[in-house]
């Protein structure tokens, strides 16, 4: 599909609603859902629950959210701090998933690019600068919509040990602050229930 033609559909709209602009990150997790809600449609019956597992937290995991539905507050969307543009997704009744590696070199900037980013950061950038910038970026943004899946994504399916449930814990007030806290998240310290915060 044509770039333009996505960027102006709906579900990607409502993606840049959600994030707060439009970015290269954001049409990787764009690209990621479609490829994955592709393969779930195929693979799964209609009331098991979809979870995905994302191994960075930058922009992209916003366009996850909200097209696959999977968020954190649901406890479907699982974030592991690994650094990587690995996603997975998986129902929660068999474990049988998708696993998707971007590619190398996928969202290297070149070295205008780069040289752009820093300026725009440590505002240092002109005008027309800031021009060139936004051009690049709208570029690279395209450049990904209309790759296929194959160019984006190493795609293997998976099989994944499937979390726990979120589980309902009446919260104890830490001896610290007093804070209502979840019991397990308490750590024992000289006879004392003390909160992550306290610690
Ligand atoms: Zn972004
Ligand atoms: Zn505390």
Redesign the pocket.
Known sequence: MLAEKIMASEDFKRCEQF????????AIGYQASKAALAWLEENRSVDEEIVAIVEND???V?AIQVLTGCTFGKGNFIYKNHGKMVFTFFSRNTGKGLRLSMKPGVLEPDERYRQLIEKVRDNKATDKDREEFAQLHQQRTEDILKKSMENLFTMETTTVDLPPKARMEPSEPCQVCGEPTMPSKLELVNNKMICRDCL
């Open positions: 994030h707060g602009h439009v970015c290269p990150g954001l930058a922009c992209c916003d």
